[in-house]
């Protein structure tokens, strides 16, 4: 492109932060009448963002704000170019994988909820097995995190393609599988209806009684239901969850007093850590925008991430 690409921020106008990061990939921020392209600030409003690309025909790319995009699925057309922040949050997010192993593994979270000295337990990270379902930015990232544990590690995901520091990749076809004798499963993959309730009870009955459960990718990827009945009778070893179905996971909601959990309010990656990130990926996204060069994230329509 010639001129400075022309974009808009929206829903809402004058985010200070995103104008600066897209005049600093040498754009152009401007209403959505002139633009042809769109950062959208928005991260669930589907629905909205759905009306504004049918009122400006111009718009021809479409800049998502974080890695999931599940709420977007009903505006996914070819009629567009998409990102999204695929990989940009990986480092914070596995960086709080690996803390919730190592709480989960030497029981932190019990001995912190305690009122007095208890029994000694706790299991070593080094050399245990991990299986970690999903294949993207945030596995990438955790491995390299696990590397000096001299974990085993299997990756579970959609194509069975090596990754570097897993011993083995296998498909998710083999995942009940690969769950007996796994220290830990962390759960590390996009939110598809092909994924939703992909650890029910008959998974949570194959992992081991010590397994710790991680999920720091979408809450419905496990069976709530399922999980606490696993939990009550000391199927597996305890669950840390950054995120859960339901989300926010109600004050009276039976897992709040499970003594085997560890919950953190999606915090993996939060508005401070995120801020940055996203804004290094927007402002590179606008330069390869306005050389014509292939764009960072994108997305594919019909896979849904």
């Not at 990986?90 to 994988?97: I, L, M, R, T, Y």
């Not at 208890?118 to 945030?138: E, F, P, T």
């Not at 083995?168 to 996009?190: F, H, K, M, Q």
Request: with cysteine; charged share 20%.
């Amino acid at each position: 492109m010639e001129s400075a690409p022309k974009v808009a921020v929206a829903p809402v106008a004058a985010v200070g932060w995103l104008d600066d990061a897209v005049r600093a990939g040498g754009g152009e921020v401007v209403g959505l009448d002139e633009a042809t392209a769109l950062v959208w600030a928005h991260p669930m409003d589907g629905a909205s963002l759905g009306s504004v690309l049918a009122e400006h025909a111009d718009i021809e790319w479409v800049q998502l704000p974080w890695a999931g995009v599940e709420p977007f699925a009903e505006v996914f057309d070819r009629d567009h170019r998409w990102t999204c922040a695929k990989g940009v949050y990986a480092d914070p997010v596995a960086e709080h994988a690996l803390a919730m192993l190592l709480a989960g593994f030497r029981d932190v979270a019990r001995y912190a909820r305690s009122r007095g000295w208890g029994a000694q337990v706790g299991r070593n990270l080094y050399d245990s097995r991990i299986v970690i379902v999903g294949g993207g930015g945030i596995t990438e990232a955790l491995l390299a995190l696990l590397a000096p544990f001299r974990c085993d590690v299997t990756v579970v995901r959609r194509h069975a393609h090596h990754l570097e520091g897993a011993a083995r990749v296998v498909t998710v076809d083999r995942l009940d599988e690969v769950l007996p004798g796994a220290d830990a499963v962390v759960l590390a993959l996009s939110a598809t209806p092909e994924t939703h309730h992909l650890i029910g009870a008959h998974q949570l009955d194959l992992m081991e009684r010590h397994a710790w459960l991680v999920n720091v990718a979408r809450g419905t990827h496990v069976d709530t239901d399922a999980l606490v009945t696993a939990l009550e009778a000391e199927q597996i070893g305890g669950a840390a969850l950054d995120v859960t179905d339901p989300e926010p996971l109600p004050e009276r909601h039976p897992l709040w007093s499970e003594p085997r959990r560890l919950i953190t309010p999606h915090t993996a990656n939060t508005p401070e850590m995120a801020r940055p990130l996203l804004a290094r990926r927007i402002t590179e996204n606008v330069r390869r925008y306005a050389a014509g060069e292939p764009l960072l994230g994108p997305v594919d329509p019909d896979l849904g991430y």
